[in-house]
């Protein structure tokens, strides 16, 4: 089993097995590692799964328990009149920059049901450091911005949902929702690494 496909396993599957009539929504099908570990529970479980890409996969399974909508993930109007109001699990695995993942995660988050799960994939740089085993500057940014951005986000809202992270790979956040309140906007805590008082506790350290 490659590094994907054991994170998707670990992290994603041992939450979700369980839910009967389990409705799911993903962002980004490519090879379909998810999608099929989707469709194959759905299947199980009498549920359904809509997958989104830019590229067209339609082909990709056969089954009626699967619907391919072909759009962006950001196509906010579309999708939105094509999906169930009471989803049990997203997962975001399309375009990995913050700043998308932080508009994604506010347009559909409250298409979850309470108990609901959001997943986020590709919140972790490590990998990609320079010299890493997928040495990748963009990725290694875009990451580190995007596990910041979430907890950005859940600063705000850690009475609205639980936040959990795995570091396989290249990791994975999960929001489990514990309200059906409307997610609070960002609002930038002061960051006390850059005060003065800091400055000195670093000094102090070195002399
Ligand atoms: C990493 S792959 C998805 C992998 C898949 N979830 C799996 O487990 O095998 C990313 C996919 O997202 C799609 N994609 C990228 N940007 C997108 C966007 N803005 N909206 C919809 N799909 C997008 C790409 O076409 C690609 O198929």
Redesign the pocket.
């Known amino acids: 089993m490659d590094d994907?496909n054991y994170k998707?396993n670990t992290f994603l599957y041992n939450k979700i097995k369980d839910i009967s009539n389990i409705k799911i929504l993903?962002?980004?099908?490519?090879?379909?590692?998810?999608?099929k570990l989707f469709v194959d529970l759905a299947e199980k479980n009498n549920g359904d799964v809509v997958s989104?890409?830019?590229?067209d996969y339609s082909n990709l399974i056969k089954s009626s328990r699967w619907k391919f909508i072909h759009?962006?993930?950001?196509n906010f109007k579309e999708i939105q009149k094509q999906i169930s109001t009471n989803l049990d699990v997203i997962?975001l695995?399309?375009?990995h920059e913050a700043l998308h993942v932080s508009k994604i995660i506010y347009n559909y988050y409250d298409y979850l049901k309470k108990g609901g799960y959001f997943f986020i994939?590709d919140i972790s740089w490590i990998p990609y450091l320079k010299n890493g085993y997928r040495d990748n500057f963009w990725c290694e940014v875009n990451n580190r911005e995007t596990f910041f951005k979430i907890i950005d986000i859940y600063s705000c809202n850690s009475h609205n949902f639980d936040l959990d992270f795995t570091f396989i790979s290249s990791g994975f956040a999960v929001l489990k929702k514990k309200t059906n309140q409307k997610l609070n906007e960002i609002e930038k805590k002061s960051d006390r690494s850059v005060s003065i008082k800091n400055l000195l506790r670093l000094l102090k350290k070195k002399i």
């Open positions: 994907h998707l993903e962002f980004g099908v490519r090879e379909g590692a998810s999608t989104v890409d830019i590229d759009s962006r993930d950001d997962l695995d399309s375009f994939d």
